[in-house]
């Protein structure tokens, strides 16, 4: 069976400043995908960044980026340059290959102005 | 474009009775999940399916059943409801969870066992 342990409540940081957010995983495959959703207060899930667990280098997307360590199964998310508009929870979750999506606790992210 | 509908949102369940949560989407999606939020918890995976005739068990799927005989409906049946089924149901669904496509939720069903 697959677990996602996301072990920050919650997390501040100050407009501007850079916040990472933890993930940690298990997993018997080999080959799976992980991925960093963002749920604001409207509740809709938003993929945030998604990482192939067979690619070394670890997934960018603008401000966001991963530091995907497979042999720790570690999956951690910085934002950089952070903005009002990224306060949501942060749910880290895992897909094997059966397609079976497992999630995280979630971590709520606080921004502070 | 609705996108992924729930109903009811709310429910009161005594323990014992049963119901079906409805889900519905029009986005031609084959991929679609059930889960259960508790307070301060992440989501847990009740079923999913990965396409019509397809369905599959999640991590906690005692108490629960589901079909799926169209692309757009995948229902989830409770029987003999418990108090310890209380929790908040989200239906999902994607094109490709493996792509870029985002995952779609509902709004949610908030169900209660008393």
């Known amino acids: 069976a697959q677990t996602v342990t996301q072990s920050q409540p919650e997390m501040s940081v100050q407009e501007a400043e850079t916040v990472t957010l933890s993930c940690t995983y298990d997993t018997s495959e080999s080959d799976y995908y992980l991925f960093w959703y963002k749920q604001p207060p409207s509740r809709q899930m938003i993929l945030v960044i998604r990482?192939?667990?067979?690619k070394q280098q670890n997934a960018t997307e603008n401000r966001f980026s991963v530091n995907f360590q497979k042999a720790a199964k570690s999956f951690s998310l910085k934002i950089s340059d952070s903005q009002l508009g990224d306060a949501a929870m942060y749910f880290c979750?895992?897909?094997?290959?059966?397609?079976?999506?497992?999630w995280g606790a979630g971590t709520k992210l606080i921004i502070k102005p | 474009n609705a996108g992924v509908t729930q109903t009811p949102k709310f429910r009161i369940l005594k323990i014992g009775q049963s119901m079906t949560l409805q889900c519905t989407q029009d986005?031609?999606?084959?991929?679609m999940y059930w889960y259960r939020q508790d307070p301060g918890m992440g989501l847990k995976l009740i079923y999913y399916?990965?396409?019509?005739?397809?369905?599959d068990k999640g991590e906690v799927p005692n108490g629960y059943n589901v079909s799926r005989s169209t692309t757009e409906d995948f229902p989830l049946r409770l029987e003999l409801a418990a108090p310890s089924q209380t929790s908040v149901y989200f239906c999902?669904?994607?094109?490709?969870?493996?792509?870029?496509?985002?995952?779609?939720f509902g709004n949610g069903t908030r169900l209660t066992v008393t």
């Open positions: 999902a669904s994607s094109y490709s969870p493996l792509l870029n496509s985002p995952l779609h």
């Open positions: 979750a895992i897909m094997d290959s059966n397609y079976q999506l497992i």
């Open positions: 986005m031609n999606h084959n991929y």
């Open positions: 399916s990965v396409g019509a005739g397809i369905t």
């Open positions: 990482q192939e667990a067979y």
